[in-house]
Each structure stands twice: as structure tokens, then as C-alpha cells.
């Protein structure tokens, strides 16, 4: 749930990296996100609602990263889309190889042909879904972007739940 202060992280580097200033929309998008992270994260008696788990800290670490992302993105807009597009896979990747060797995760992989095509077609329909987003990403401002898409992700958790 952490992931969802991302429109938080989008505002903040909005304005230090884009120079881009707070709109109307802005205030509320601050105090809402503020709002729901110290929801989730308050227990009695513990003090500051801060994370408590791993798996907290590395939900507040993708929202972040997310954000960052998207605000570099677009500070970034002549570089081409499929330049963009790599750059994203390669932070993931980069990413992910300094949790794991953190030991904040491990690998787990079922080996065999079928997997390994499903592995490579899954990529593939990632690579694409990147590419489309590049392009919207180069055209809306960052804060309007940032909210589009956890739309999305938030409308089709919400259509997984009902069909289940």
C-alpha cells in the first residue's frame, strides 16, 4: 500500500527537479497521501507511524522509485522512447540485483522450456506496455501522469477482487 504514496514523491520531485509548481490539485494530493500512509501504518501505542516490516520499506522504496522515475521521464523527453524504455529496465534490473544482493530476496526459478518462453513472451508484452507508456509519459505533465496511472493499477486490482 505504500507503493500509493507515489503521487506524493511525484509532487515533491515535480518541484525540486521540474521547477514545476503545486496546483490546487496539489495540496490535497500531499495531505491525502499523508493521511493514508499514517492509516496504514498507525498502530496504538507505537509512536510515529513509520514501516514496520521489510516489505514496508521496500513498498515505500517502489513508490518512490516509481515517481523518480516518472519525473526523470519527463525531464528527460528528448531522449527517444525506446531509450527511456531501457533505461527502465535496466534501474529495475539494477535494482533488484542490489536487493538481492543485500539479501533482502532470493531467487526461486522452475527451469524447462515452458517457462522459459512464457519468461520470454512476458518480457516482450513488457517491453511494448513500456514503450506506450514512454510515449504518454513524454506528453502529460508529471502529476497528472502519476495519478493516471495508479488509476489504472488500482482499477484492475479492484476488477481481479470482484471477478474472484
Given at each position: 500500500?505504500?507503493?500509493?504514496?507515489?503521487?506524493?514523491?511525484?509532487v515533491v520531485l515535480s518541484r525540486l527537479l521540474l521547477g514545476e509548481r503545486l496546483g490546487r490539485a496539489g495540496a490535497p494530493v500531499?495531505?491525502?497521501?499523508?493521511f493514508g500512509a499514517a492509516l496504514i501504518l498507525w498502530q496504538p501505542g507505537a509512536g510515529l507511524p513509520l514501516p514496520q516490516s521489510r516489505a514496508d520499506w521496500l513498498g515505500l522504496f517502489a513508490g518512490f522509485s516509481f515517481a523518480l522515475?516518472?519525473?526523470?521521464?519527463?525531464?528527460?523527453?528528448?531522449?527517444?522512447?525506446?531509450?527511456?524504455?531501457?533505461?527502465?529496465?535496466?534501474?529495475?534490473?539494477?535494482t533488484g540485483l542490489?536487493?538481492?544482493c543485500s539479501g533482502l530476496g532470493r531467487v526461486e526459478m522452475p527451469a524447462g522450456?515452458?517457462?522459459?518462453?512464457?519468461?520470454?513472451?512476458?518480457g516482450l508484452v513488457l517491453v511494448l506496455a513500456?514503450?506506450?507508456?514512454?510515449?504518454?509519459?513524454?506528453?502529460?505533465?508529471?502529476?497528472?501522469?502519476?495519478?493516471?496511472?495508479?488509476?489504472v493499477v488500482q482499477s484492475r486490482y479492484v476488477e481481479k477482487k470482484v471477478n474472484y
Open positions: 500500500l505504500l507503493f500509493y504514496l507515489a503521487p506524493l514523491w511525484t500531499i495531505v491525502l497521501s499523508l522515475f516518472n519525473v526523470l521521464s519527463r525531464l528527460e523527453r528528448d531522449l527517444s522512447i525506446a531509450s527511456r524504455s531501457m533505461v527502465s529496465f535496466a534501474g529495475v534490473a539494477l542490489v536487493l538481492l522450456p515452458l517457462v522459459i518462453g512464457l519468461l520470454l513472451g512476458i513500456n514503450l506506450i507508456v514512454q510515449y504518454g509519459l513524454a506528453r502529460l505533465p508529471s502529476n497528472r501522469a502519476i495519478v493516471i496511472m495508479l488509476t
